[in-house]
């Protein structure tokens, strides 16, 4: 799996939109998207606000299976 669709994956098991996602980091909602659809690639700083507000590791979003 792709980071943008680790992503979408927790985000899903959070139950979490993508406008809440974006709320939380803060991006736009659109960044979202297309961070979940591979168009557009999160810096390092977006990444750690992800994966902060998903409750997971930087490192479980580059992960092919969660463990």
């Known amino acids: 799996m792709t980071v943008g669709e680790n ?12 406008a809440q996602l974006a709320n939380a ?3 736009t909602y659109q960044f979202i998207s ?5 168009i557009r690639k999160p ?3 977006v990444l750690k606000a992800i994966s902060d ?5 930087v ?3 580059f992960n092919e299976v969660r463990t």
């Open 25 to 27: 980091v803060p991006v």
């Open 7 to 18: 992503i979408k994956r927790f985000r899903e098991e959070k139950g979490m939109t993508q």
């Open 59 to 61: 490192g479980d979003l």
């Open 34 to 38: 297309q961070i979940e659809k591979g």
């Open 43 to 45: 810096n390092s700083e």
């Open 53 to 57: 507000a998903l409750c997971v590791s």
